[in-house]
């Protein structure tokens, strides 16, 4: 009886709160048939640190400066490991990044945007855009 009470108080609680749209920056699938695409992390989103090695994180709407960081194993230390990626985020829309390498010899990278996808159990409000 009280995890039927319990189930119950949790369903309305959520029933209650509506989300809010997001968008979400993936840098943890790199393209498999590709050697010289690596997975990316996010280290930081507009001048705030994140301190976790996150390779998917969700981000509000709007414009953002994040720099991301390869996972590529560079020889010795390398001054290439990051990049910036400037984005006008839209709601409810989902980012897939990876590094894109020239050669598998190249410290050098860009951030590649792979795919662009909606985000399903996401819904824009009619008051939001």
Same mark, same amino acid.
């Given at each position: ?7 119950l108080s949790?369903? $309305?609680?959520l029933?209650g ?7 979400v920056?993936d840098?943890?699938? &790199?393209?498999?048939?590709?050697d010289?695409n /690596? %997975? ?9 640190q994140i301190?976790? @090695?996150n390779t &998917? $994180?969700?981000i509000e709407p709007?414009?953002?400066l $994040?720099l991301?960081? !390869? !996972? ?6 390398? %001054?290439?490991r990051?990049a910036?990626f400037?984005i ?5 829309t +989902? /980012?897939?990044? !990876?590094?894109q390498?020239?050669n598998?010899?190249s %410290?050098f990278w860009e951030? @590649?945007l792979i795919? !662009?996808?909606?985000i399903?159990?996401c819904? $824009?409000?009619?008051n +939001?855009s």
């Amino acid at each position: 009886m009280r995890l039927s009470k319990l189930v119950l108080s949790i369903f $309305i609680i959520l029933a209650g709160c509506q989300s809010t749209p997001y968008a979400v920056i993936d840098g943890g699938r &790199k393209v498999s048939s590709d050697d010289n695409n /690596y %997975e990316v992390r996010v280290k930081v989103i507009d001048g705030k640190q994140i301190f976790s @090695n996150n390779t &998917k $994180i969700n981000i509000e709407p709007g414009p953002h400066l $994040i720099l991301l960081e !390869t !996972t590529k194993k560079h020889r010795g230390r390398s %001054e290439t490991r990051e990049a910036w990626f400037p984005i006008e985020a839209k709601p409810c829309t +989902k /980012y897939r990044v !990876t590094a894109q390498y020239e050669n598998s010899l190249s %410290e050098f990278w860009e951030v @590649n945007l792979i795919e !662009t996808t909606e985000i399903p159990s996401c819904e $824009i409000g009619e008051n +939001k855009s």
